[in-house]
C-alpha cells in the first residue's frame, strides 16, 4: 500500500501544491475530514472519497484497506502544512504502531507539507513572518499572556475553549485592551481586509455586509480578516477554525535579575531589597513552564522578577494600598502574566475573592471546598501574618511537588518555618543574607549593612511525592 499524507493549504484547489495535486490524481482513496474532501479538485472522479479525520479512524480505514488490497494508493488529507500543529506526527505515531515500523506502508510513506495559515495571513498582510511567536491554542492549554512577555507579535491558532473572544478578554484583563488584533479565518477565500470599527462607530449597513446577518448579528464572515484591537474583538463571536495576529506588548528590557530597587514605584509597603530577590529566584528557580504563587507580596517585586521566568504568576496581597502598588509596578515593568488578587491567606485561597489583574474590578472566583487558583510549582513567602503555618500546610496539601521558600527577618519566623518544613517531611535549606551597601556621607562612602535576612527554602523529597 502506498500512503501519502499531504498538506492542504486552505482545503481548496488554489491551495494545493503541484505534487499534492499529482498524488490526489492518481489516488484511488482520499481520507480527511469532511470540510477537506469537499475541496478536493474534481481531476480524479474514479476515486473514493472516505471520511476519516481522527488518527484512530485513519488506521481502521487503513487496516480494512490493507486486509482487501495491499496495493491500493491511499491519499490522507491534513489542513494547512503537516508540519505545523498538524495531525500528521499523530497520525504516523498511530500507523507505526498498527503496522510496524519497518512496515512496507511506513517505508511507503510520503509526507507533502503544505501552505501553512501562518504563510498565508503574512502574504495577504503583505508582511514576513519569520519574527513572530507561532502558537497554538486549538484543543490544548495554552496561556497567551506568557508569550507576550517575550516582546514579539503572535500567531495562534484557535478553537475548543480559546477562541478569538475569550483570548481578547484575557488581553482586556491584563490591562492590554488597546493592544492590536487582527482574527482571520478561511483565508483561501476572499481577498479584502476589513478593518474593524468600534460598536458606536459601525453603521448597520457595515454590520451586515461584514457579519452575514442583520445588524444586531455577531458573527463575522468567514472570509474578512478583521483589525481592531482586543477591547473590541472581546465580546465578538468568530468563526471556529479563526486564526489571530497579536501585536507585540510593552516589555522590560532591564537586566536579567536582579531588578534594581530605583525601578520600582515605592509607597510604605515593605519591599524585598534587589540582592535578596536575586537569591530568592535562585532558590525558586522558575522554570518557563511554572506557575508561581507569591504571598504577602508587597510591592510585587518578587512577583514581578519571578513573571519574566514563569508562565504565570500569581500574587496575593491583603493591603489595598499595596494591592495598588503591584498593579502600578506590574504595569511600569510589562510583567503581563502576573495576577493580583487581595485578600489574606490561606482563606483567600478557596473563597470568592476580589483580585485585580491589572483592573481592580476584575474577580476570579472559586468554590469555598477547593481552590480558586491553579496549583503552583513554586512559592514565595514574603509575608503570612501570623498564618505561616496553617499557609504552609495549605499549600503543601495541594500540591505535592511544590518548592516553598520563605523570607524571614525575625528568629520566631525562621524557627516557625523551619518547624512546620520537618513536620511535613520537607528538604530544608537555609541561607542567610547580609548585605551591606555603600551610602554616600559629607562626600564620602561608607559601608551601611541592612537587617540579615533568612532565606528557608523547602520541598518534598522524589520519593516521598
Avoid at 84 to 96: D, I, P, Q
Avoid at 124 to 133: I, N, S, V
Avoid at 270 to 297: F, H, N, Y
Avoid at 446 to 452: D, R, S, V
Wanted: aromatic share 6%; charged share 20%.
Amino acid at each position: 500500500m502506498d500512503i501519502f499524507i499531504i498538506g492542504a493549504g486552505g482545503g481548496n484547489a488554489s491551495t494545493y501544491t503541484q505534487e499534492a495535486l499529482s498524488a490526489l490524481q492518481e489516488a484511488q482513496v482520499i481520507l480527511g475530514a469532511e470540510r477537506l474532501l469537499a475541496g478536493v479538485p474534481a481531476m480524479n472522479s474514479d476515486a473514493k472519497l472516505w471520511e476519516a479525520a481522527r488518527p484512530s479512524e485513519v488506521c481502521d480505514v487503513l487496516a480494512r484497506l490493507k486486509s482487501e488490497n495491499s496495493g491500493v494508493r491511499v491519499v490522507i488529507l491534513q489542513s494547512g502544512d503537516t508540519g505545523f500543529h498538524s495531525g500528521c506526527r499523530f497520525l504516523v505515531r498511530k500507523m507505526k504502531d498498527l503496522f510496524g515500523p519497518l512496515s512496507d506502508e511506513v517505508r511507503n510513506l510520503r509526507i507533502l507539507p503544505g501552505i501553512s495559515s501562518v504563510q498565508m495571513l503574512a502574504a495577504r498582510l503583505q508582511e514576513p513572518w519569520q519574527d513572530w511567536l507561532l502558537v497554538s491554542g486549538h484543543g490544548v492549554s495554552c496561556d497567551v499572556l506568557q508569550y507576550l512577555m517575550q516582546g514579539k507579535k503572535i500567531f495562534m491558532l484557535t478553537g475548543g475553549a480559546l477562541t478569538p473572544d475569550v483570548i481578547c478578554s484575557q488581553l482586556v484583563q491584563a490591562g492590554l485592551g488597546d493592544l492590536g488584533v487582527y482574527v482571520a479565518s478561511d483565508l483561501s477565500c476572499g481577498d479584502g481586509i476589513y478593518v474593524e470599527k468600534c460598536a458606536a462607530q459601525r453603521t448597520a449597513a457595515e454590520t451586515l455586509e461584514t457579519c452575514g446577518g442583520g445588524a444586531d448579528s455577531t458573527d463575522i464572515a468567514g472570509e474578512a480578516i478583521c483589525r481592531g484591537t482586543a477591547s473590541d474583538f472581546a465580546h465578538r463571536k468568530f468563526p471556529i477554525m479563526s486564526v489571530m495576529l497579536i501585536d507585540a506588548a510593552p516589555v522590560w528590557r532591564g537586566y536579567a535579575a536582579g531588578i534594581p530597587d530605583a525601578e520600582f514605584i515605592r509607597g510604605k509597603v515593605p519591599m524585598t531589597k534587589q540582592e535578596v530577590r536575586s537569591v530568592i529566584l535562585a532558590k525558586l528557580a522558575p522554570c518557563p513552564d511554572d506557575v508561581v504563587w507569591d504571598v504577602g507580596a508587597g510591592t510585587g517585586s518578587v512577583s514581578i522578577e519571578l513573571a519574566h521566568y514563569a508562565r504565570q504568576v500569581w500574587a496575593f496581597e491583603k493591603n489595598r494600598d499595596a494591592v495598588e502598588l503591584i498593579c502600578a509596578n506590574r504595569r511600569k515593568l510589562c510583567a503581563w502574566n502576573l495576577r493580583v488578587v487581595q485578600g489574606a491567606a490561606p482563606e483567600v485561597f478557596c473563597e470568592n475573592a476580589p483580585g485585580t489583574h491589572g483592573n481592580p474590578e476584575d474577580t476570579w472566583k472559586g468554590q469555598p471546598s477547593q481552590c480558586a487558583f491553579p496549583a503552583p510549582d513554586k512559592v514565595f513567602i514574603g509575608g503570612s501574618s501570623g498564618n505561616l503555618s496553617g499557609i504552609v500546610r495549605y499549600i503543601a496539601g495541594m500540591s505535592a511537588g511544590v518548592r516553598i521558600c520563605v523570607s524571614a527577618v525575625l528568629l520566631e519566623t525562621l524557627h516557625e518555618t523551619m518547624d512546620v518544613f520537618d513536620e511535613l517531611g520537607f528538604e530544608t535549606d537555609v541561607v542567610q543574607v547580609a548585605v551591606t551597601r555603600s551610602e554616600r556621607v559629607a562626600g564620602k562612602h561608607m559601608m551601611k549593612a541592612g537587617n540579615p535576612v533568612w532565606i528557608i527554602t523547602g520541598s518534598m523529597p522524589p520519593g516521598n511525592q
